[in-house]
């Protein structure tokens, strides 16, 4: 089975299984991985489940629709490989992403 | 048509006089023609709201139920007529109230559906279900569609962001012990005025790095522009909403013009609101923008204003109403996180935000006309049994409570839900710590308005800890 890691702020790094089909942001909360709000719950609608991966991962992540970009837009801290993880189906494909989490979610 | 003439005058009193004419002035030109106007077109005054009972939902045909009622809080009937609207007409059209047709969205999904849709709903002009009084088009971002709502949003957020905020916490927290300090104790006394509304003066103070001591002007302020009849069937008044403006343009130039000397002579810049827009490229000189640079400043004094100052009582009256969450709390104070935004939910101080469709849109079985006002009722969407478990129950440890719709959704979402939350959660970490009880006596009184969800005076009595 494959794994993600999702690397806190501080450095703290959680390794974590893939259920395939979950979004990203579900499968930090499901873990319990800290550093995500997901306020609205998946729905795109809120920008508070903010991740940035790193540059050769963003491809296998697909491409941010428009309601995901124009809140990514209004994310203080975004970079240029920001995306929105509820808006990330994970595959077995993703075995070995790193997930970077911003120090605070708004 | 008949207005062109004044649409010009307005325009020309607006624009050339930008750049000479001190802000003050122009806001006070704007309400001479105000006044005008209304004598030219014979513009009735909109008629102050007569508080009446308001009947049993179960009586009434479903399309003669009308929310825009401003006693419908204060009545404690809003409950039951959101209810009904949820369960038989989620998308309501009425005909005809006393703020014209509107459209209710009443059901959660549906409401996050015209909130993310700002392509199909838009925000322009204004967001309250009545108008804004002419002539004093503050611009607000929050009453913008993008791309200009991005780059305003854009310019001010820092000041908002947790990295500020962090900057902050301190001075709001040492702020907020020195008000619970001198609370009496065993002796009733107004929490709105001496708790919740000095809390939040003295953070949007804070924010703005304001004179400490005038720091009830930031209050009074935002009240005014929080609602005359004709906008939320409040009851402040339009001539002392312009004259209240004119004096806050001027204090903020004034404020601005300090910071700008500063900096200039190279002194330290603070984390302040004005400072950052000052140290910003794209908004350094926004001063020269009246219009925009005051929209922005009172944006975020009226956002944060009866918004947090709600919260602040409503908690209190939810831990009477559930004494057991209490309890609960004193049990484990690292519950109040979680419960600040159990309260934002359960009190939802802003009752909606309206829209104005773009295009026919269908929504739950119903045609949306193009033009139509939409409102979107928040407060219904935090009782929606379909999205939210036992909705009407405080439950300070509920799961998933931050998925509440108070601070709304999408590109207009709360910019300010950060500093919301920690303002709530340092109050109740520093009450937890002094007093064993908080009780409320008697009712609370409510606030006249169909857009402020909150309370003009509630009776408190303080137990100190053991
Ligand atoms: C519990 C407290 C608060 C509540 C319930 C609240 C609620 C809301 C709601 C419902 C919206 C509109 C959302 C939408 O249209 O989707 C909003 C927008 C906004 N709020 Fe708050 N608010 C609160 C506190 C604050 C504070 C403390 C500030 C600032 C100091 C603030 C500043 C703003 C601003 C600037 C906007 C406009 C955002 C935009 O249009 O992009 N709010 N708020
Ligand atoms: S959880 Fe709200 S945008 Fe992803």
């Not at chain 1, 903010?50 to 309601?67: F, I, P, T």
Request: proline share 5%.
């Amino acid at each position: 089975m494959g794994r993600i890691t999702f690397i806190q702020h501080d450095g703290t790094r959680h390794t974590v299984d893939i259920e395939e089909g979950k979004s990203l942001m579900q499968t930090a909360m499901d873990n319990l991985v800290p550093g995500i709000d997901a306020d609205c719950g998946g729905s795109c609608a809120c920008g508070t489940c903010h991740v940035v991966l790193s540059e050769e991962w963003m491809a296998a992540a697909g491409v941010a629709k428009d309601d995901e970009a124009n809140l990514l837009e209004l994310t203080p801290d975004r970079s240029r490989t920001s995306r929105l993880s509820c808006q990330i189906t994970t595959t077995e494909e993703m075995d070995g992403m790193v997930v970077r989490l911003p120090e605070f979610q708004m | 048509m008949k207005s062109g003439l004044i649409e010009k005058a307005k325009a020309t009193v607006m624009d050339i006089g930008t750049a000479v004419v001190p802000m003050d002035l122009q806001i006070k030109g704007a309400h001479l023609l105000f006044n005008a106007k209304k004598k030219i077109l014979r513009r009735p005054d909109f008629p102050a709201f007569v508080e009446s009972p308001i009947p049993d939902v179960s009586t009434l045909a479903i399309e003669d139920i009308d929310v825009s009622n401003p006693f419908l809080f204060a009545q404690n009937r809003w409950e039951s007529y959101f209810k009904r609207l949820r369960d038989e007409c989620p998308v309501h059209y009425q005909k005809k109230s006393a703020f014209g047709p509107f459209w209710s969205i009443t059901r959660y999904e549906d409401i996050l559906f015209v909130d993310k849709n700002h392509d199909l709903f838009s925000a322009e002009p204004f967001i309250v279900i009545g108008a804004a009084p002419e002539g004093l088009s503050l611009e607000m971002f929050i009453a913008m569609d993008p791309p200009k709502h991005d780059v305003q949003r854009r310019a001010v957020q820092g000041v908002v962001a947790p990295k500020n905020l962090k900057e902050m916490e301190g001075l709001i927290r040492s702020r907020t012990q020195e008000v619970l300090d001198g609370l009496p104790l065993n002796k009733p006394f107004n929490w709105v005025e001496e708790v919740s509304i000095e809390l939040t003066a003295r953070m949007l103070a804070t924010l703005l790095d304001f004179p400490y001591e005038s720091r009830r002007k930031l209050v009074y302020w935002s009240d005014l522009a929080g609602g005359g009849a004709e906008t939320t069937g409040g009851t402040s008044d339009t001539d002392e909403l312009f004259r209240g403006m004119a004096d806050m343009a001027k204090q903020f130039s004034q404020l601005w013009r300090e910071k700008e000397a500063k900096r200039d002579a190279g002194e330290a810049t603070g984390f302040d609101l004005m400072s950052l827009m000052l140290s910003n490229d794209d908004t350094k000189n926004l001063i020269n923008k009246p219009m925009e640079f005051l929209g922005n400043l009172a944006l975020l004094i009226v956002g944060g204003n009866d918004t947090t100052r709600n919260s602040m009582t409503g908690g209190v009256l939810a831990l009477n109403r559930f004494p057991d969450e209490f309890t609960k709390l004193k049990n484990d104070p690292s519950l109040i996180p979680n419960m600040v935004s159990e309260i934002i939910r359960w009190q939802t101080p802003l009752a909606y935000m309206r829209r104005i469709a773009k295009q026919d849109v269908e929504l739950n079985g119903k045609t949306i006309k193009k033009g139509d006002k939409v409102v979107m009722w928040y407060a219904s969407g935090n009782r929606d049994e379909r999205a939210i478990e036992q909705p009407d129950q405080f439950i300070i440890d509920r799961k998933n409570a931050r998925n509440h719709i108070s601070f709304g959704f999408g590109i207009h979402r709360c910019m300010g839900n950060r500093l919301a939350e920690m303002q709530l959660r340092i109050l109740w970490e520093e009450l937890i710590q002094r007093f064993d009880k908080i009780e409320v006596v008697g009712e609370p009184k409510y606030v006249q308005s169909n857009f402020v969800k909150g309370y003009s005076e509630m009776t408190v009595k303080l137990t100190a800890k053991a």
